[in-house]
């Protein structure tokens, strides 16, 4: 698998408003985690087979391939990713941290948090994954296309700006988002649907009232020391950034109704009131019904629909900007037919290119829906820029 050195020719039956530009480098997959005891890098002893790491190279092979030999395929244009330089990684973390992870890099091995190791080759993969963000966001800056996604890896939301957490060492979506601030965007929208809390984009403008962060996931809480944060509907954001960042955590089993019912009443309104410049799509597919780490039951049908929505945002606030960044998806054949399937979402392809190989997942959507209606209450009753919710 080589990566390009220059973008890819295009049929000329596809408008460049509808094509991806996907930005990647397949320096990315060196980042070796290991294996053990699902993600713990934990032998007892007594197992003859070991998982791998969930967040594996093998996971992204595959994301790569189904957009390279997939019906997809004459709609992606491939650009090559970069090393982000240390001096850019400074405008979302702090430099003391940056230098733990350089010393850490040194040091050929370490567990920065719990599941997250740093191993030789990781540190390069993670400057690829920044700098080809970084690259991807660029690209829509400069005007030279509306959709770009970055396929990255290790994943970035967890990432806060002084630690680690959750795979995460450098926080991809928190640098492109920062860049476009810097290049004079106003008001930036990230919409977050991997199955975690994207905390640590939302701790980067915590105190920003130019970043709606939007994240829906599921009601896990916090997890130890790295991740303090619980996603909870109650952090709301502080100071200027007060009702910038919102919450939708989302009970077990949600599924597609579910998830289009959360769309459609909470994402979407809050969207239109914030009437953001670009959106940031960050992308995971552990939001899946058949994920290790997730149990939200979402299947392909979801994944498209929430696509389709997100286009239609960007199409009447943002003038089409949608930068996609990749984040979890552990199932390593389903994510790729996932991804595909939240790709023709964001296209606009009107029948499915590609049907859902796995068998329908049962979900609760009556639960959900009583969850989502009562956020929108709290919503209204907190939030000064939604108090006409």
Not at 168 to 177: M, R, S
Not at 282 to 288: L, N, R
Not at 358 to 372: L, M, N
């Amino acid at each position: 698998m080589e990566s390009p050195s220059t973008s890819s020719p295009l049929p000329e039956s596809v408008p460049p408003r509808d094509v991806i530009h996907v930005f990647w480098h397949e320096g990315m997959l060196d980042h070796d985690t290991g294996s053990g005891v699902f993600d713990t890098g934990f032998d007892p002893g007594f197992l003859e087979v070991l998982d791998k790491h969930p967040e594996n190279a093998d996971r992204v092979r595959n994301m790569v391939s189904i957009l390279r030999k997939g019906p997809l395929a004459p709609f992606i244009s491939w650009h090559s990713g970069r090393l982000a330089h240390h001096s850019e990684l400074h405008s979302f973390h702090t430099p003391e941290y940056i230098e733990e992870l350089v010393q850490a890099n040194v040091a050929g091995h370490k567990e920065l948090c719990l599941g997250t190791f740093m191993n030789p080759g990781s540190w390069g993969a993670a400057l690829l994954a920044a700098g080809t963000t970084l690259s991807a966001m660029k690209q829509i800056l400069d005007g030279n296309a509306n959709l770009t996604y970055a396929l990255v890896r290790p994943p970035g939301h967890h990432a806060q700006p002084s630690r680690a957490d959750g795979y995460c060492f450098l926080n991809n979506a928190g640098l492109a988002v920062q860049l476009a601030l810097d290049s004079g965007c106003r008001k930036i929208a990230v919409i977050d649907i991997d199955v975690h809390y994207g905390n640590g984009t939302a701790e980067g403008f915590y105190h920003s009232g130019n970043v709606l962060t939007i994240s829906l996931h599921m009601n896990h809480a916090s997890w130890g020391p790295s991740h303090p944060q619980d996603g909870s509907i109650h952090e709301l954001g502080e100071g200027s950034g007060f009702g910038y960042n919102l919450n939708i955590p989302l009970p077990n089993g949600t599924g597609d109704e579910g998830y289009g019912y959360a769309m459609t009443e909470l994402v979407v309104p809050a969207i239109q009131k914030f009437e953001p410049n670009l959106i940031v799509l960050v992308v995971g597919q552990d939001s899946s019904a058949f994920d290790p780490n997730g149990r939200q039951c979402l299947t392909m049908a979801g994944y498209r629909k929430i696509g389709e929505v997100v286009r239609m945002l960007s199409e009447r606030h943002s003038r089409g900007r949608i930068l996609i960044v990749q984040e979890g998806g552990y199932h390593v054949t389903y994510s790729a037919y996932c991804l595909h399937a939240t790709l023709e979402g964001v296209l606009g392809v009107q029948t499915p290119l590609l049907s859902d190989p796995i068998a329908y997942y049962p979900e609760d959507k009556a639960f959900t829906f009583k969850v989502v209606d009562a956020i929108k209450r709290y919503w209204k009753e907190c939030i000064p820029f939604l108090n006409q919710f």
